[in-house]
């Protein structure tokens, strides 16, 4: 798959646990569109200035005004309007400008969240168990990951399959150039052992894993009017800042969104056709195995709830969540959560199995993170209570432990660890 701005397939994320957004609401709740058009009003609208964000150094805000020039001329050729999703993909992933393709800093204290794995190691230790199994039942060595982030989580699944035994073969497909470099500086000890994909594999056998790979992929914004048509959001220029506007969602789109969204004028939420393609083509390159699929999001009855009326859409600055999406293009992060009934419908497209689907927290506590944490405390005492508060969120309902969620897909395998108590399969 290419990686330029039109397919973006991979966000080089191990995304939030991105913090900021289980900050601002841990359940998911209704936000407010920083920049929405008024009901019924579907002329541009100038997106707000985000209020309460950092300014960016001197250097951010030269870059993002390359990024501002970039889509504003993609307008131009556009007609003079973009939709959303090409608007995302070019702000995350142009090449050189894009979010994702430029080298500002993203994950850590200083970046504009913290992920999972970098939390703790404790997340990859326990990952380690179910992938482990997979390894064991396909007779492979063979471990991908989409989008390692800064190879947080590709250390940790390193070191623990290492201590099961398993010298496993390491491939990272990472769209980022900058963040392929740090991956590289960060595991290098590990040597050949560890490789990085230009494109994806083929026959592949064993166990792959997306942590918050699917929330960063480009989604389309429909409305539904009130007159009951549907409208698909995009971008237009108000001299050089850019603006909201709506027009009628092209046929494919439109039937879509009717079958989603509830019938209520002015409701607007996201559909998120790349990361769809990208679950159902999982079944094109895995042989045997299973991909693991960690994210934040619902079932879709949850996701288009009619309270839920202004979608899901989210900006991480500097630790700063938002819903600005217009707001200093290039230099923040913009994600929506997943529907993970969509990705289930997806897999079984691909002709894949769903093999079990729950929250972060159920399926960390049944893969044995406890045990782990247990067994850090008798050996190391202070490094046991430096990972207590990290454990916490990862498993608390109030944090990341109910919003995040564990879907797993695969091929030839008799059952996959992780789900034994509080698979929500039926929920999808």
């Not at 070019?90 to 994950?107: C, E, M, N, V």
């Not at 204290?109 to 064991?136: I, M, N, Q, S, Y």
């Not at 494109?199 to 960063?216: I, K, M, S």
């Not at 630790?319 to 079984?348: K, N, R, S």
């Amino acid at each position: 798959m290419s990686h330029d701005h039109q397919s973006a397939p991979f966000s080089g994320q191990d995304s939030p646990s991105r913090q900021a957004a289980s900050a601002v609401d841990p359940h998911g709740a209704p936000r407010q569109n920083a920049g929405a058009v008024e009901a019924g009003d579907t002329r541009p609208q100038t997106a707000s200035a985000a209020t309460g964000l950092p300014l960016p150094d001197d250097d951010s805000r030269a870059h993002s005004t390359r990024v501002a020039a970039h889509l504003r001329t993609r307008i131009d050729a556009g007609g003079g309007w973009l939709s959303f999703a090409d608007f995302m993909a070019d702000a995350l992933y142009a090449p050189g400008l894009g979010y994702y393709a430029a080298g500002s800093r993203k994950f850590a204290a200083d970046g504009d969240f913290v992920t999972a794995p970098e939390l703790t190691p404790l997340f990859g230790a326990t990952l380690a168990g179910p992938v482990g199994r997979v390894l064991r039942e396909t007779g492979s060595l063979e471990v991908l990951e989409f989008g390692a982030g800064t190879g947080a989580l590709a250390e940790a699944l390193l070191e623990a399959l290492a201590d099961q035994g398993l010298e496993v073969r390491y491939s990272i497909l990472e769209v980022s150039a900058d963040l392929r470099e740090r991956q590289q500086t960060r595991l290098a000890r590990f040597g050949e052992r560890v490789r990085w994909l230009d494109a994806l594999p083929r026959g592949f056998v064993g166990c792959a894993v997306a942590n918050e790979v699917l929330d960063a992929m480009p989604v389309h914004l429909v409305r539904r009017s009130e007159d009951g048509t549907l409208q698909e959001r995009g971008v237009v220029r108000e001299g050089d800042a850019f603006a909201w506007e709506d027009r009628p969602a092209a046929p494919a789109l439109a039937a879509m969104a009717e079958d989603r969204l509830p019938p209520l004028p002015g409701y607007l939420s996201e559909i998120n056709l790349q990361a769809e393609a990208f679950v159902q083509g999982v079944g094109t390159w895995l042989a045997h195995g299973a991909l693991l699929l960690i994210d934040y999001g619902f079932p879709r009855h949850e996701y288009y709830h009619p309270q839920r009326a202004e979608g899901t859409l989210m900006c991480h600055l500097r630790h700063v969540a938002h819903a600005d999406a217009l707001a200093w293009p290039g230099i923040q992060d913009i994600t929506a959560h997943v529907d993970f009934t969509a990705m289930a419908d997806a897999a079984l497209e691909g002709e894949l199995d769903v093999l079990g689907y729950t929250a972060q927290g159920r399926y960390l506590l049944n893969a044995g993170l406890s045990g782990h944490l247990q067994a850090l405390q008798a050996r190391d005492a202070t490094a046991y209570a430096r990972s207590l508060n990290a454990v916490q969120k990862l498993v608390s309902e109030a944090e990341m432990g109910e919003l995040f969620k564990v879907l797993a897909v695969g091929k030839g395998l008799d059952e996959m660890p992780g789900f034994e108590i509080g698979d929500r399969l039926d929920r999808l």
